[in-house]
């Protein structure tokens, strides 16, 4: 099975501050990676799919970089509604595995 | 409007069973593969199984293989999740979640999921 790691399982910053999110595959998925936001209570939701595509609706500010076994979600200026834990998922194979998971605090 | 509705949660008992279903409305369900994840209280997602379009194509976690099946009934527009011999660390919100397929490239996402429905396994 590939394996996700996500860093850091945590973080705090300020509104308006840059945010960075790294997820890493234990073996090669090209760009089969999603983002996903889920916010206190609720299910989640994609932001990021095939990498860097910008899910229809999600606020600019968002976006997603890499390909192979490294990538990175950014939000380029952190709002106070960016309150929430983040999940990338590997879709390249069966089992499709998420990562641990990181949570922001504004 | 795009809706998933899970049911059949509650509380059980080790080694019981539960189906879990997943109601769908406003897209062509026959058209769309479907996702069942879970999430432990306070934890990660933790992705269960996968069902195409027509049933015919099935993949598990390794963790759940044997121990749950997913199914879909078209003419319900319906997806279940029979989960036996349950544990105490099955406790978790049940999500389903549609695929969506980026066309041409062989990639997907979860692109609309339920609200979930709570399973807490306890004596």
């Known amino acids: 099975d590939i394996q996700m790691t996500q860093s850091p399982s945590s973080l705090s910053a300020s509104v308006g501050d840059r945010v960075t999110i790294t997820c890493r595959a234990s073996?090669?998925?090209?760009?089969?990676l999603n983002w996903y936001q889920q916010k206190p209570g609720k299910a989640p939701r994609v932001l990021i799919y095939?990498?860097?595509t910008l899910q229809s609706g999600v606020p600019s500010r968002f976006s997603g970089s890499g390909s192979g076994t490294d990538f990175t979600l950014t939000i380029s200026s952190l709002q106070p509604e960016d309150l929430a834990a983040y999940f990338c998922?590997?879709?390249?194979?069966?089992?499709?595995?998420f990562g641990g998971g990181t949570k922001v605090e504004i | 409007q795009v809706q998933l509705v899970e049911s059949g949660g509650g509380v059980v008992q080790p080694g019981r069973s539960l189906r879990l279903s997943c109601a769908a409305s406003g897209f062509t369900f026959n058209s769309y593969g479907m996702h069942w994840v879970r999430q432990a209280p306070g934890k990660g997602l933790d992705w269960l199984a996968v069902i195409s379009y027509d049933g015919s194509t099935t993949h598990y976690a390794d963790s759940v293989k044997g121990r749950f099946t997913i199914s879909r009934d078209n003419s319900r527009n319906t997806v279940f999740l029979q989960v036996n011999s349950l544990r105490a660390e099955d406790t978790a919100v049940y999500y389903c979640a549609r695929r969506k397929a980026v066309s041409g490239l062989g990639l997907e996402y979860l692109d609309y999921w339920g609200q979930g429905t709570l399973v807490t396994v306890s004596s």
């Open positions: 998922q590997q879709t390249y194979t069966p089992p499709l595995t």
């Open positions: 073996q090669d998925i090209s760009t089969y």
């Open positions: 095939a990498a860097s």
